[in-house]
């Protein structure tokens, strides 16, 4: 029933998810767990739909290795909305922020609307094209926030600061793709269309802990993840759709190795895309390599040329290559690799760059 030519699907977000969960939720788009009614029109308080939460809770809890003190919400709103409603709920005085990107920025000055935001790095000078490692966090903050994975500029952390304080992130482009030691966080949040499911769903997985300590000041009832918690993201109704198809999405990674599955798949497809990058005549990467993200694989042309541009994007176009266009703020080319890409679509797309250079 999927579209009979293949596209290679590089976008960037919402993006490719494995056929296997597009399948099994157009069945349940006909009869959902043998209910007679589609998904769709069903009710989210119906035994089959909450046990569709609970497999999804556990599997976002299975595959992160995550320990029993945290609990994982399925939100409304995108990783956007946790921008302000982090700092509405921990906020207290301080928080200190890294600054790598459009995504980290528009944290950043979300946060400035609640306290003092300390930037504790940034490489926006260099239009962030590299991952800042020297620096240090104050230890009187209320937390530290950070991006894994800048979705727009192609570069990730390698690795994560050691800190007393509260560690935050936003894996939003890149959560289930690599290894982590995710019990290491107090708080971990994702907008579902890039690596865990479609649009409409975000995660936030939220230590316990980290209740203590809520800022004094209203929080409107919504935006409580306690509330959220307490009422096991059925406080109002939950985006039912994106949940079914996230957690189809979550047993395709369990069932192809998890992460140490996923993060050896995504080496192999990055470095297959990096290694062309690089010993190609024409075209050059956009970050500094010791930062290259292994999702998003930003690249323009050496010397960029109108002719170039007309002849590359008419042979992606006709080696059905789809959604490789740079983001507006980089320009040039970004090939997102997120799980669901088979390394065959990123073969495809260096064919078409080796027969370029020829
Ligand atoms: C896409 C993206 C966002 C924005 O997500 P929405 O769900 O659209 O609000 C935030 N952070 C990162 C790292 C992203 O890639």
Known sequence: ?????????????????????????????????????????????????????????????????????????????????????????????????????????????????????????????????????????????????????????????????????????????????????????????????????????????VHKDIYNRKADRHIPTMLDYQIHAKNGSMYNTPPVFPILVSKYNLEWVRDNGGLNGMEIRNTEKANLLYNAIDSSEYFEGTTEVSSRSFMNVCFVFKQETPELVSKFEAACLDANISGIKGHRSVGGYRASLYNALPIDSVQALVDVMMNFDK
């Open 1 to 205: 029933m999927n579209a009979t030519k293949k596209i290679h699907n590089f976008s960037a977000g919402p993006s490719i998810l494995s056929s296997y969960a597009i399948n099994k939720s157009m069945e349940d788009i006909q009869n959902f767990a043998g209910t007679g009614l589609s998904i769709l029109e069903i009710s989210h308080r119906s035994a089959e739909f909450e046990a569709v939460m609970e497999e999804c809770r556990l599997l976002v809890k299975s595959i992160l290795n995550l320990s029993d003190d945290y609990d994982i919400l399925f939100l409304q709103g995108g990783a956007s909305t946790q921008f302000y409603q982090i700092p509405m709920n921990f906020l207290k005085t301080k928080g200190v922020y890294t600054q790598t990107g459009t995504w980290a920025s528009k944290a950043i000055e979300e946060a400035q609307a609640y306290g003092e935001v300390i930037i504790a790095a940034s490489s926006k000078s260099k239009n962030f094209n590299f991952i800042p490692t020297d620096y240090s966090i104050d230890p009187s903050a209320d937390y530290f926030h950070c991006t894994s994975n800048n979705t727009i500029f192609g570069t990730q952390m390698q690795s994560f600061p050691e800190t007393n304080i509260p560690l935050i992130c936003d894996m939003s482009s890149d959560i289930f793709s690599r290894k982590i030691d995710a019990n290491k966080f107090q708080m971990i949040y994702a907008g579902a269309q890039k690596n865990m499911g479609p649009a409409g769903v975000t995660l936030a997985i």
